[in-house]
């Protein structure tokens, strides 16, 4: 069953959509509603949610920058953006962050509950390619290599640069396969049990790669400008370019959609193949000439999943390698995660009270990947860093009531809630009773 979360400014519309929702006989288990961004935002850090309707203009944050925050969170939850305007330049931009549709106001009921039922089957079902991989019709599977003329040329490319582009058929290749860039970036899939050795023989291998690689292609394919192949060593291998305006356009930066689409990869891997994929993603730089530079700064990403084996999405510029003249050490690495995570609650500790913030915000002031940060949060503390955010809050409040004549919408007010039942919603889900019922 799925969760659906329901976001607008104007409760009639929530409701409204809820009840449609509850009456459409489609597998849905809670349906959650939220009037403003912030409010949703919460919903998605503490509830499992699948699918996110949201309006597209609601105030202090809009359904843009909540799809994007609730994708930092949340990598796999879905979108549909609904609207009361037919702007192009806002489908585009939903549309390119991966919302599965764009709907205007006002909503057709039968079209609104057709697109929901489309993104609820998508979401329970591979393609079919790799549905039939599933079955174990291994013997009658035929896997073929995508794009084999170029999987050569492109491993060739991130070996060493200057070969390929020297080469005026090399050059050609590439013009064909629009390598453009001019930035790129490298992400590199490595299967666990999969070659010389391995838990998995050579049959087995080429299915499972073939799947990973399937369900990377659907991933790229959604939102990304992107070629995939097969590289040695039994890994995936994944270039992603932008365009000058393309690498300018995320608000959220285009690490965080790396890190995102990372969490996301490992997700749907797990889900469908149940492997635990290890992926290391490289910076971004500018320039065919760097393809060996980001392909070595993806493969070491990699290499930091034996020193955390229970994580298994690395950026390479979460690690400050330059800071050291070797490999870290055990000691070295434990004292700079401990340093991160302390960092991290000094400044939560002084900014809990802000409205609107963000783990995004508190990875970039550490210098981190809201993915590495979240991580070495729980690791060290036991608890994540959101779970953290709403204690000082709770705490603080509770205080508030307990010792000051304040009313509720300045306690709200005080520790970072827009509004006074959203609060409210937040206190009697956290200590069991209401605001009100603590008072009296």
């Known amino acids: ?263 996301s990869l490992h997700f749907n891997i797990h889900k469908y193949l149940h492997l635990n994929v290890v992926i290391g993603i490289s910076q971004i730089l500018k320039g065919l000439s760097f393809m060996e530079v980001l392909n070595r700064q993806a493969s070491k990403a990699i290499l930091w999943n034996k020193e955390h084996n229970d994580h298994y999405v690395f950026y390479y510029g979460d690690f400050n390698w330059n800071n050291y003249t070797a490999d870290p050490s055990a000691e070295e690495l434990h004292t700079r995660s401990n340093l991160i995570v302390q960092r991290a609650k000094e400044y939560i500790d002084g900014n809990y009270a802000q409205k609107g913030l963000t783990i995004h915000e508190v990875a970039k002031k550490n210098h981190v990947s809201p993915n590495y940060l979240s991580y070495l949060f729980k690791k060290n503390t036991g608890h994540n860093l959101w779970e953290y955010v709403i204690k000082l809050r709770m705490e603080d409040s509770r205080e508030m009531i307990l010792h000051t004549d304040l009313r509720r919408y300045e306690i709200a007010e005080r520790v970072g809630y827009e509004s006074p039942e959203h609060f409210s919603k937040i206190f009697k889900k956290y200590y069991g009773i209401s605001p009100s019922e603590l008072k009296k």
């Open 1 to 263: 069953m799925f969760n659906i979360l329901v976001v607008d400014d104007e409760p009639l519309i929530c409701k409204g959509l809820s009840s449609l929702l509850a009456s459409s006989g489609l597998d849905i288990g809670h349906i959650y509603t939220a009037g403003s961004g912030y409010e949703a935002l919460d919903c998605v850090r503490m509830e499992e949610i699948d699918l996110l309707v949201t309006d597209i203009q609601m105030g202090a944050m809009s359904g843009i920058e909540l799809m994007q925050h609730a994708k930092l969170a949340k990598p796999w939850v879905q979108t549909i953006i609904i609207s009361a305007h037919e702007t192009f330049q806002y489908a585009q931009m939903a549309v390119r962050l991966g919302a599965k549709d764009y709907l205007i106001k006002p909503l057709n009921s039968e079209q609104f509950l057709d697109s929901v039922r489309n993104v609820l089957l998508k979401m329970d079902k591979p393609s079919p390619e790799l549905a039939t991989l599933m079955s174990g019709i291994g013997d009658s599977f035929r896997l073929e290599e995508p794009l084999p003329a170029y999987s050569q040329l492109l491993n060739a490319l991130l070996a060493d640069p200057g070969i390929v582009l020297g080469n005026e058929e090399g050059m050609r290749n590439l013009d064909e396969l629009q390598m453009k860039g001019p930035y790129f970036s490298v992400i590199k899939l490595k299967l666990p049990g999969v070659g010389l050795g391995k838990k998995y023989n050579a049959r087995d291998s080429g299915l499972l790669l073939y799947g990973v690689l399937n369900i990377a292609k659907e991933l790229l394919d959604q939102e990304w400008n992107s070629i995939a192949f097969y590289s040695p060593g039994e890994e995936i291998t994944v270039i992603i370019q932008w365009d000058e305006k393309s690498y300018e356009e995320s608000a959220a930066g285009q690490v965080g959609r790396l890190d995102m689409l990372g969490r």
